[in-house]
């Protein structure tokens, strides 16, 4: 957050715990992270409990770090109507996932370009008609910030063999 609002730079990338962490203050001591994502529990609580725990607490900081950001003035609002803050699991649906499932929270104004504050959006599943794949997550955050691209990174050969094109951004999230 200072560094944010010092100026000192507008994009920072923040790594809330590594594999080898190890969550005691949460009471969990028995295990690190990978352990729990390999389904191992910690302290009588199973994997997912430990999970829900760690991902509560990861809520609760970037919850601290978008208030503390809602608190400064910036032009005709204030610094979180002018940021956006991703969260994401490193592993999608599943430890060392398929990437099938991938949920994001997205907090902050997003600068008015993208249409997201209030929303749960949830698109069809891999392979169904209309689905999508992170790749136009990112092509929407580069289209919507002055970047027109068709699409960022490869695009899915599977996908487009079964007739279903998802180039371009995800247009029902980007603002007028």
């Known amino acids: 957050a200072s560094c944010l609002i010092a100026g000192l730079s507008h994009g920072v990338t923040i790594r809330l715990d590594n594999l080898e962490h190890v969550y005691s203050g949460l009471g969990l001591t028995e295990q690190n992270v990978h352990a729990i994502g390999h389904g191992t529990g910690s302290n009588g609580k199973t994997s997912g409990e430990c999970r829900d725990l760690i991902r509560a607490y990861h809520i609760k900081l970037l919850a ?101 094109s998802i180039l371009g951004p995800l247009n029902e999230l980007m603002a007028s």
């Open 64 to 164: 601290g770090l978008a208030g503390k950001l809602r608190s400064i003035p910036e032009g005709d609002g204030t610094m979180l109507d002018n940021t956006m803050i991703v969260y994401f699991s490193d592993a999608a649906n599943i430890h060392h996932a398929d990437c099938i499932e991938w949920p994001y929270v997205v907090v902050g104004g997003c600068s008015g370009r993208l249409k997201l504050p209030g929303r749960y959006v949830r698109y069809p599943q891999y392979g169904e008609p209309g689905c999508r794949t992170i790749g136009n997550w990112w092509t929407t955050l580069l289209n919507a910030f002055g970047n027109p691209v068709d699409h960022y990174g490869n695009e899915d050969l599977v996908l487009k063999q079964n007739g279903q």
